[in-house]
């Protein structure tokens, strides 16, 4: 069976060697050294001056709303995961969907200004797939429009846009560390903010509000993470290296099988690098897709049709908008298997199976 993603797990004597320190401190979670040895090590490898570990992507993104006081309409992306939408209902704003960019697949900076309203406190947009969004374009938006910036940057742990990490742009910058991911730390979150102020704020928000045993500074809630979960992230993290070269010769070898494939492929930030989280594909035709995906399965090869359906049409607690880039791209895209213990091998089997499908 060939899943459509497996989570990456270190040696085990690795991640043994940690717990076994756990038992000596009886240190279990609370800002415990394995945490604080993360935060501190994600920060050299990312390049950024502050960041917090925290429980997960979700909560990084409701932490971040709710330290930037957002109020009203949000204007954010239709593809993308659930949460970055909920996120922001959760926090009793309203996202306003904008349509997103047929090649890149992230949010259309050319029609956000067209969505804003004396209402709109921020945009929030997803860097899908870990391709960065117009991030010059949408910052100039946010300054003439005195608006926020958050990006739901899940799926981009890693990437480097301009010579800097895609983590340094915008107000705050969340990443997601689910076992589903790149890079991970079973469950788990990351904040990232350019801005001191910001930063103390959000780790009073983490904390309960806490400030020092009997004051409290903030509303808060638990965003902490645990020593468990550290361990797990600082034993994938002396293999990151490792995972996304591996990842890198996959992608190479599925874009060489899949050249004459009736599909194409999201277009690269032409400033960034790619750090491989996933091999999306846009069918030219949403029959052959469907074939296509029945094909593999018959051979125990499983896809994901990630993102369908649009977050504008499908959730019950938002109004549906229809936006016709974003109905059309969810239609037709399709991301094969990729993983670390995929072998070139799978990816031609895959491949062929693909091409069969096509051919016939
Ligand atoms: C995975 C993901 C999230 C949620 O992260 P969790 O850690 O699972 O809560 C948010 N946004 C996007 C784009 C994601 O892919």
């Known amino acids: 069976m060939i899943p459509v993603t497996k989570p990456f797990l270190p040696p085990q004597e690795e991640y043994q060697a940690l717990l076994n320190g756990i038992w000596k401190r009886q240190w279990l979670t609370n800002m415990g050294p394995l945490a604080s040895s993360l935060e501190m090590q994600l920060k050299e490898y ?13 909560v990084a993104l409701q932490m971040a709303i709710k330290a930037l006081d957002l109020k009203g309409e949000i204007i954010t992306t239709p593809f993308s995961f659930v949460a970055t939408t ?32 004396p209402n709109t406190s921020a945009i929030l947009a997803t860097h899908v797939y870990g ?10 938006i946010a300054d003439k429009h ?15 846009i301009n010579g800097k990490s895609v983590f340094e742009y915008g107000d705050i910058s969340t990443c997601s560390l689910h076992a589903t991911k790149l890079y991970h730390s079973v469950e788990g979150g990351l904040i990232i903010t350019k801005d001191p102020k910001l930063l103390k704020k959000l780790a009073y928000i983490r904390n309960f509000g806490f400030d020092g045993p009997e004051n409290f500074a903030e509303l808060g809630l638990n965003g902490k993470n645990s020593e468990f979960h550290a361990a797990m992230g600082l034993a994938n993290l002396k293999h990151i290296d490792d995972i996304i070269l591996k990842r890198k010769q996959l992608t190479e070898r599925y874009s060489e099988k899949l050249k004459h494939l009736k599909a194409r492929r ?19 035709d949403k029959e052959l897709m469907m074939l296509t995906i029945e094909a593999l399965q018959a051979n125990n090869v499983f896809t994901r049709r990630y993102f369908y359906p649009s977050l504008s049409t499908s959730l019950p607690y938002v109004e549906s908008q229809l936006l016709d880039v974003t109905e059309f791209i969810s239609e037709k895209v399709l991301c094969l298997p990729l993983y670390y213990d995929l072998t070139l091998a799978d990816v031609d089997l895959i491949c062929r199976i693909i091409l069969r499908t096509q051919n016939n």
């Open 46 to 58: 990312l390049n950024v001056n502050h960041l917090l570990f925290v429980t997960n992507g979700t």
């Open 86 to 117: 909920s996120s922001i209902v959760w926090e009793n704003c309203t996202p306003v969907f904008v349509d997103i960019d047929e090649s890149s697949l992230n949010i259309d900076a050319s029609k956000i200004e067209t969505a804003i309203t």
């Open 131 to 140: 391709n960065p969004c117009d991030v010059e374009k949408i910052q100039e």
């Open 146 to 160: 005195n608006l926020k910036v958050i990006y739901d940057a899940a799926h981009a742990f890693g990437v480097v």
């Open 266 to 284: 999201p277009i690269w930030h032409d400033m960034s690098v790619n750090n491989y989280a996933y091999y999306p594909l846009v069918f030219e």
